[in-house]
Structures are given as C-alpha cells and as structure tokens.
C-alpha cells in the first residue's frame, strides 16, 4: 500500500523561506517521478514542480522558477521543496504527488496516480 505524507508546513512571513517534505512509504519510490502541486482556497489545483526519478531533471513553474527548487533522497524515500523568497501568492495547501507509469507530461495533474493528504503553507504579508 503506496503511502505519501507532507510535513513541514507552516506560517512564514513575505521574503521568507520554508521547506516541505513528502515520506513516501509502500512503493517504489526511486523508481518514480514525483511532483509538487498546491491549491489556494477558490483556486484550482496548479504544478508546482517535479522531479525525474533519479533526480537529474527538474521541472518547475513559472510563478516559482528561480525560488523554489525540489530534491529527491531515494535512499530515504522522501522528497523536498525548498520554498525561498515566498510571496502571499504562495499561500496554498501542497501536496506531493507520484507517477509510477512513467509519464513524461510533469505538470500534468492526470498524469500522478498517487497523492498526500497536503499540508498548509501560508505567508504574510
């Protein structure tokens, strides 16, 4: 039974930065591409970034290119977001997300067949 759990939420004020990890458990995991998505309250779920399984290629959006940057330890079964310059933009609940199929479409939400129940960043202005 795959299993995905964030940690490292919280509150973080404007230029800040805060880190988010994803535990992965039941899977294997360095076999995986993973990704970060996040949604804001009345907003859609949007991509955030994503990681190829071994690591070499990242992937990000636009509204977070240049702060933010992902990791991978497969050893340990965990990925990471490093959130830097945060702006009240990034307030949202994120969640990691697993592709196990392989898929090349990263910022597809479709494409990720397994999920974390999110946790909460949010940033002061």
């Known amino acids: 039974q795959v299993q995905l759990v964030e940690s490292g939420g919280g509150l973080v004020q404007a230029g800040g930065s805060l880190s988010v990890t994803c535990a992965a458990s039941?899977?294997?995991?360095?076999?995986?591409?993973m990704g970060w998505f996040r949604q804001a309250p009345g907003k859609e779920r949007e991509f955030v970034a994503a990681i190829s399984w071994g690591g070499g290629r990242q992937y990000y959006s636009d509204s977070v290119k240049g702060r933010f940057h992902v990791s991978r330890d497969n050893e340990k079964k965990t990925l990471y977001l490093r959130m830097n310059r945060l702006i009240p933009e990034d307030t949202a609940v994120y969640y990691c997300?697993?592709?196990?199929?392989?898929?090349?479409?990263?910022?597809?939400?479709?494409?990720?067949?397994?999920w974390g129940p999110g946790t909460q960043v949010t940033v002061s202005s």
């Open positions: 997300a697993a592709d196990s199929y392989g898929s090349t479409e990263y910022a597809s939400e479709a494409e990720y067949n397994y």
């Open positions: 039941g899977g294997t995991f360095g076999t995986w591409n």
